[in-house]
């Protein structure tokens, strides 16, 4: 009977409620952000390829004092304004199928977890983290290869930027023919680690959300919305190297100073040796604008679409 009741607990609808409203508000949050996503980007390629707009590897006193608003105004003189949305179906289908698959397992391990004892922050992280695993293990292909896609066709970018490809479909299959099936795995273990980003993201938001539910019984849009970019804030400064390192491996081309095969720890180090530690933390302002808008409009859809729902 236990068990019955725990595999109910597991494939139920309120799971899938869970996994259809984060995979909404992540769609509905990145459509509205996704010119920052793109600036994020642009200015992490100062590490890795001679992009000629923010941030160039022969002249980096020139940008180093560029913001996000100046790359944002930069891409769009020299690109247009549709290079702000550059690659931006496949990173929606992504980020459709990868909340979908993370809150999924998230609330359905929840629920397993909660039958008779309450949740707590320390439940939320671990939860957290092993819902980031399996959301790691079977969606890291289409980032990889929507993170070529979003470079495709910038100078200087490498090969893989420029390879024949349009979708993500078609993304996926290139890759798996010319790279092998390990090629759309490729970045996979920095991105083990930061699932520590997701989960740290969780713990904080449902200790928050908890709390404030428990004095004011009900909570308005607008305190979704903090509680989510207080959350997302504290997640992404704390893991913020690994991410430059993610981009980097998921991007494809390798520094002619590093080895082919080089891994994490390898990446970690050369940015540590070129660029110094603040080199480690490089587009943060870019990239904490655009993950912090974008979760805290994706929590405040998603709790407004569950509840719909």
């Not at 139920?12 to 259809?20: F, G, L, R, T």
């Not at 309450?118 to 983290?129: F, P």
């Not at 790279?179 to 200790?207: C, D, H, K, R």
């Not at 190297?241 to 994490?264: C, E, F, M, S």
Request: hydrophobic share 45%; charged share 15%; with cysteine.
């Amino acid at each position: 009977m236990t068990h019955s009741k725990g595999f109910r607990d597991v494939f139920s609808y309120n799971s899938w409620v869970h996994a259809v409203s984060g995979a909404s508000g992540a769609v509905v949050a990145m459509s509205a952000f996704y010119p920052l996503d793109t600036a994020a980007l642009s200015e992490n390629q100062f590490f890795f390829i001679a992009f000629r707009f923010a941030f160039a590897v022969e002249d980096p006193e020139k940008r180093k004092n560029m913001s996000t608003w100046d790359v944002l105004r930069q891409l769009v003189t020299e690109e247009g304004f549709s290079t702000l949305y550059r690659g931006i179906v496949p990173v929606l289908e992504s980020l459709c199928i990868s909340n979908f698959v993370y809150f999924y397992t998230f609330h359905s391990l929840k629920a397993l977890k909660t039958t008779h004892r309450g949740q707590n922050a320390l439940k939320d992280l671990i939860l957290g983290s092993v819902a980031g695993i399996v959301n790691v293990l079977t969606t890291t292909p289409c980032w990889v290869v929507n993170t070529r896609l979003k470079m495709k066709g910038i100078k200087g970018s490498g090969a893989t930027t420029n390879a024949p490809y349009g979708n993500l479909f078609e993304g996926l299959r290139y890759v798996a023919q010319t790279e092998g099936i390990a090629g759309l795995w490729a970045g996979t273990i920095p991105s083990l680690v930061l699932v520590i980003n997701p989960a740290l993201q969780f713990m904080v938001y449902e200790a928050l959300k908890r709390r404030l539910l428990k004095v004011y019984g009900e909570l308005p849009s607008a305190g979704y919305f903090a509680i989510g970019a207080v959350a997302k804030a504290f997640a992404t400064v704390l893991t913020y190297p690994l991410q430059l390192v993610q981009t980097k491996l998921r991007h494809g081309d390798r520094n002619a100073n590093l080895p082919p095969d080089a891994g994490t720890i390898e990446m970690l180090l050369y940015l540590l040796k070129k660029h110094g530690a603040a080199g480690l933390f490089r587009g943060l302002e870019a990239k904490l604008l655009q993950t912090v808008l974008t979760a805290a409009l994706m929590f405040t859809a998603y709790e407004k679409i569950a509840k719909f729902i």
